[in-house]
């Protein structure tokens, strides 16, 4: 019913720019926080950056200052605007939202990822 569907994943260049998006669906009355994680084959899944419903950003340092999260409450989307990007920013990106559904029913809910495929 409630589903994340994320896009723009894709194999870029060391020092390449990509942008993910990720769309909310379903009988929506609001969401409060969005966020992105990512996983590389073999690794646990590490956060990577968080926006809160009034539009607060926050990162992982290991991004911070190339990767910039930001969302469109009218669209009910969330976006990761990846520069400056390195081999080691490789793996399966997984977006996540806490939504209230017009039941009033509330809990976080995942997207299928998308992958992100850094090298030469």
């Known amino acids: 019913q409630v589903q994340l569907v994320e896009s723009g994943g894709g194999l870029v260049q060391p020092g390449g720019s990509l942008r993910l998006s990720c769309a909310a669906s379903?009988?929506?009355?609001?969401?409060?926080?969005m966020a992105w994680y990512r996983q590389a084959p073999g690794k646990q899944r590490e956060w990577v950056a968080t926006i809160t419903g009034g539009g607060r950003p926050d990162y992982t340092d290991s991004v911070k200052g190339r990767f910039t999260i930001s969302r469109d409450n009218a669209k009910n989307t969330v976006y990761l605007q990846m520069n400056s990007l390195r081999p080691e920013d490789t793996g399966n990106y997984y977006c996540?939202?806490?939504?209230?559904?017009?039941?009033?029913?509330?809990?976080?809910?995942w997207g299928q990822g998308t992958q992100v495929s850094v090298s030469s």
């Open positions: 379903g009988r929506i009355f609001s969401i409060d926080n």
């Open positions: 996540n939202a806490h939504i209230r559904q017009v039941t009033m029913q509330a809990g976080d809910y």
